[in-house]
């Protein structure tokens, strides 16, 4: 079952301090990286269906990835 | 014995100018109630057009290079509101009384942003600051606090008790929203792509109440579920051209688009309210890529907005709405009300009330000035205005014949100039002076044993004749001034007539008596 995307249960505050601290050089090893924070959580689904272009169900750690602009994360 | 033919006379009698400025219309097609030229003429008695008030500069904020990028009045129940005032600088000021003389501005930061202009939100006590610069901010009257890992939006609004974010570096489509309830709290994936990738961006947040309005700026849509963020199109043609040019008022949004001044509909493409301004919104006059630092404000009974002309840094000229104005149509529904233009030194507006007092204000445009507009003042800072109010083409319903016109008569207050034009030619044909200036008491004052002001005095309205000897087919009058005073205008409050401050001169009425003479051959 897919979560709405304001109950998803990881605030930005959580992603930005794994973000501090990962050395990630590419999309892959950061992958790699937040599905080991995530745990059990790391197939959360949440529900885009409302996403222009976006399909209706979206892995978390996908739309963390394409949020990245605006914690300011660059890889590396 | 030689005999004067018997001329058919006439007597023609002016409708008011309730009709406000058309540009648009040629010159031999406006309405007998609009005006051509105009400017700094406001509506408020319906069909009299009078000289709006001024702009008084309550003192200066930073150095002498500053200006001021935006401004916000954050209401705190009970307590005083302050006025936030963020400036090129990069320092964001407030004051707890912005009517002060002068005022007193105390930094609250330094060092934000000199060119991306704070937007503002009040929510649980607190105002919330964004600019897309800066981190995400509260200010809670005392304390500035940030929250840097939430995402750094130009534009903030609330909706739902929820706090909504756009413009987001690189991230042109995104709106975010807060948890529900908590403007500090941003889920991870608590966002939505509106129109994603469609080359345009956002360009404003507001919101009717029901529905969060994202106006991208050549599209508008709405997120309609706060839960799901489950959005749709609007309008797919006119968008927002300024978060900061975006007015509600009476159940009513308005907002300026590329297409001109556009009021929101909600559940059908938003109706261009402008279009006797149509020839304004063309890149050979308005700086089209300066409209995003385009401001609006509601005072009193009226909308205005301000936008840089082509060649200006700033916002250079003024078009003020009269929504009360319209006429209902047969089928009752409210037409479009009259414009105006004003040319004021005003770049960003707050309007601002507390205890007895509710004024607007503005920072001035090319100084560090706070500025009380509409003050019951005749100058804008020191500097005199003129008002223009220019009638259109009159032919007293015959094109081709050439009158006389013996006289006119004017229905007005204060003091102007009439220059009549004649035959759609350019130059001044006739000028007059018109003076209805009037003394409020004849009675010595020294020697008063009754009290100043219950003696006798002048009625504030007059009723002027004067002679014109001027021929032609058509003419068109201009009214127009140099003066810097203010006339009090007369407001009937049950049967105890009033006064309350306003511009030096007004028009109500003019009257033409004259003679057809005939076609000359």
């Known amino acids: 079952m897919a979560l709405n995307p304001n109950a998803v249960p990881y605030s930005r505050e959580q992603v930005a301090t794994w973000l501090g601290e990962t050395t990630a050089t590419d999309e892959a090893a950061l992958r790699t990286f937040l599905e080991g924070k995530l745990g059990a959580d790391a197939q959360m689904m949440v529900n885009t269906t409302q996403m222009n272009a976006w399909p209706d169900f979206t892995l978390l750690i996908d739309m963390i990835i394409a949020d990245l602009p605006s914690y300011g994360f660059t890889y590396g | ?113 000199s060119t991306s202009p704070f937007s503002y939100e009040t929510f649980k006590g607190n105002v919330y600051l964004g600019n897309g610069v800066d ?50 709290d941003f889920s991870s994936a608590a966002f939505v792509d509106i129109g994603l990738g469609d080359g345009d961006s956002i360009h404003a947040l507001t919101t009717d109440g029901q529905f969060l309005i994202v106006g991208k700026r050549d599209s508008t849509f709405t997120i309609y579920d706060p839960i799901t963020f489950a959005n749709r ?23 300026l688009s590329r297409r001109g001044i556009c009021q929101y509909l909600g559940d059908s493409p938003s109706r261009v309210i402008s279009t006797r301004l149509d020839p304004l919104f063309v890149p050979e006059l308005i700086a089209l890529d300066k409209l995003q630092q385009a401001t609006a404000y509601v005072y009193q009974d009226r909308i205005g907005f301000a936008f840089p002309e082509v060649g200006q840094l700033q916002n250079s000229v003024v078009v003020e709405y009269y929504p009360r104005i319209a006429m209902p149509s047969s089928f009752g529904v409210m037409g479009i009300a009259p414009f105006v233009f004003h040319r004021m030194p005003t770049q960003v507006f707050t309007t601002w009330r507390w205890q ?30 003129t008002a223009v109010i220019n009638t259109p083409f009159f032919d007293m319903g015959t094109q081709f014949e050439t009158k006389y016109l013996r006289a006119l008569r004017f229905l007005c207050a204060g003091r102007f100039n009439v220059l009549i034009f004649r035959n ?25 044993l009754w009290g100043v002001g219950t003696w006798d005095f002048e009625s504030l309205v007059q009723d002027l004749r004067k002679e014109v000897d001027a021929y032609g087919r058509c003419f068109s009058f201009q009214f127009r001034d140099a003066e810097t005073g203010t006339t009090p205008r007369t407001v009937w409050v049950g049967a105890t007539s009033k006064e309350v401050p306003d511009g030096e001169w007004a028009l109500y009425g003019m009257f033409v008596e004259g003679v057809t003479l005939g076609q000359r051959s």
């Open chain 2, 1 to 113: 014995m030689a005999k004067a033919p018997n001329l058919p006379g006439f007597r023609f009698k002016t409708v008011g100018v309730a009709g406000g400025a058309n540009i648009r219309e040629a010159l031999n097609y406006i309405a007998p109630d609009q005006m051509r030229p105009s400017e700094n003429v406001t509506l408020s008695e319906r069909g009299g057009g009078r000289k709006r008030l001024g702009c008084q500069s309550l003192g200066t904020f930073g150095g002498s290079t500053a200006r001021a990028l935006s401004t916000y009045t954050y209401y705190r129940a009970g307590a005083a509101p302050q006025v936030l005032l963020h400036t090129t600088e990069g320092i964001l000021y407030y004051t707890d009384d912005p009517s002060a003389n002068p005022v007193v501005w105390t930094q609250i930061v330094t060092g934000v942003s």
């Open chain 2, 135 to 184: 981190m995400y901010a509260r200010w809670n009257g005392t304390t500035y606090t940030v929250f840097p890992t939430a995402p750094r939006a130009k534009y903030l609004r609330l909706w739902k008790d929820t706090m909504w974010l756009a413009g987001a570096p690189s991230l042109p489509d995104r709106v975010y929203s807060s948890a529900n309830g908590d403007a500090e």
């Open chain 2, 233 to 255: 199109v609007v309008d797919f043609e006119k968008g927002f051209e300024s978060h900061f040019a975006v007015a509600q008022y009476e159940g009513g949004i308005f907002f």
């Open chain 2, 356 to 385: 007895s007092k509710e004024q607007l204000f503005a920072s001035h445009n090319t100084a560090n000035k706070w500025l009380h507009v509409f003050a019951p003042v005749g100058d804008d800072d020191g500097t005199a205005y």
């Open chain 2, 424 to 448: 759609y030619d350019g130059p001044i044909y006739r000028s007059l002076v018109v003076d209805a200036t009037i003394r409020r008491d004849y009675w010595d004052v020294s020697a008063d």
